[in-house]
T-cell receptor, first 115, second 113 residues
């Protein structure tokens, strides 16, 4: 069966510090991968998605970036965190395909607090 | 532009009462529709999804949803709510041939004993 992992679970970082959040998927190959941010009282904001190694699509211009160095690894990064980067970050995957409405499966999330 | 609207931010019901959570979408093509549930501090779990066919869809935990094309709605229902149903519920939509899933802002459900 497939599983999705995210770490760390919780992170407290000062403003201006770098960020690296990691997401890995097990039990499948060539998944489509997604990063979302969920701010308090708001819905899910799609940040990035990837349909293959090295292929990243950015949905929202900001100081965050994403990379996919391996097939089942998706990393969210920042060089300098802002207060507004605080939130709950969720990674998700779908089976490989041409966007046929597959179910998204979500990881447990990372709670980021920027002080 | 594609959008999903969940007009109710908070809903409170008594345990054993019926529940309906509203979802309206704006999409050019035939959409794929989803309902997810999120417990505090956790990821999202799929409740049910609609792709085509029968417009009444059954999901896990006793939930169902009905797709009404004429009203652009996909409302979630449960005949009898349990205290464990207290959570946040998200409606989502994606169009065929795309990778972008659009989520509503969520409805937080509180269940009174």
């Amino acid at each position: 069966s497939q599983t999705i992992h995210q770490w760390p679970a919780t992170l407290v970082q000062p403003v201006g510090s770098p960020l690296s959040l990691e997401c890995t998927v097990e039990g499948t190959s060539n998944p489509n991968l997604y990063w979302y941010r969920q701010a308090a009282g708001r819905g899910l904001q799609l940040l990035f998605y990837s349909v293959g190694i090295g292929q990243i699509s950015s949905e929202v211009p900001q100081n965050l970036s994403a990379s996919r160095p391996q097939d089942r690894q998706f990393i969210l990064s920042s060089k300098k965190l802002l207060l507004s980067d605080s939130g709950f970050y969720l990674c998700a995957w779908t089976p490989p395909g041409v966007g046929g409405g597959e179910t998204q499966y979500f990881g447990p999330g990372t709670r980021l607090l920027v002080l | 532009a594609q959008s999903v609207t969940q007009p109710d931010i908070h809903i409170t019901v008594s345990e054993g009462a019926s529940l309906e959570l509203r979802c309206n979408y704006s999409y050019g093509a035939t959409p794929y529709l989803f309902w997810y549930v999120q417990s505090p501090g956790q990821g999202l779990q799929l409740l049910l999804k609609y792709f085509s066919g029968d417009t009444l869809v059954q999901g896990i935990k006793g939930f169902e949803a009905e797709f009404k094309r004429s009203q652009s709605s996909f409302n979630l229902r449960k005949p009898s709510v349990h205290w464990s149903d207290a959570a946040e519920y998200f409606c989502a939509v994606v169009s065929s041939g795309t990778y972008k899933y659009i989520f509503g802002t969520g409805t937080r459900l509180k269940v009174l004993a």
